[in-house]
């Protein structure tokens, strides 16, 4: 024969899925047949034909590829091997918000198999491989990859820590421009932020106010760790 047989690989594009390919070109001209043998022995058949052939719909494995004339010399024999990315999954690891009303929590995904690039859509609408900004409760997120593999992770819990609580007492007279006089009762807080409610502010623990005007005002105090 004289020749070499040509032939070349597809791989599957996801873990599980059927899509590989081989392409063979027999060893010069003339019409041959081709043939290949799975690992269980399945035999697919094509030919005699002339050209390039192309065997389709394989799944990830080792095939024994024989390339076969009509001149009584026998058959060609190679092996092929067609691959598939590892099963596309994910985990997440979650940081819990710093209390029930904060949305600082978090997950850290880590995401297994499948091909990169990858992209993401969590539950919440965000796009981002980790999830930040969250409140306490529980999400999902979907991955799909470079060849449009999915995979989606669920009931990924992010809980609420206990956190600081703010309260405060008043003690005043309650005339205008007398020193009202603000008490922190809180508990875990590190950081303050007052608001009067006649728009000034304080970020003291326990500030000292003068209202201008009488009058009723709300007051907000808001305790951070």
Known sequence: IGQPVISASGNATCAGMDNGTITVTGPGSGAWSYAIVDQNENITVQGPVEGEVTFNGLAAGAYRLAVEGHAGCGALVQDVMIDAPG????????????????????????????????????????????????????YSVSITDANG?????????????????????????????????????????????????????????????????????????????
Do not use: K, R
Request: hydrophobic fraction near 35%; proline fraction near 4%; aromatic fraction near 10%.
């Open 87 to 138: 099963p596309l999954d994910g985990s997440a690891v979650s940081q819990a918000a710093s209390c029930a009303d904060a949305s600082n929590g978090s997950a850290d995904l880590v995401v297994m198999g499948g091909t990169a690039p990858y992209m993401f859509a969590w539950s919440d609408g965000s796009t981002e491989e980790d999830l930040s900004s969250a409140a306490s409760g529980v």
């Open 149 to 225: 593999c999915t995979a989606e992770v669920l009931d990924i819990s992010v809980g609420a820590e206990a956190g600081p609580v703010a309260s405060f007492e008043v003690a005043t007279d309650l005339l205008p421009l007398s020193d009202v006089y603000f008490f922190n009762t809180g508990t875990y807080g590190l950081n303050y932020h007052w608001s009067f409610g006649d728009g000034t502010t304080s970020n003291e623990s326990e500030p000292v106010h003068q209202y201008v005007q009488s009058g009723a005002y709300t007051v907000t105090l808001t305790s951070s760790y």
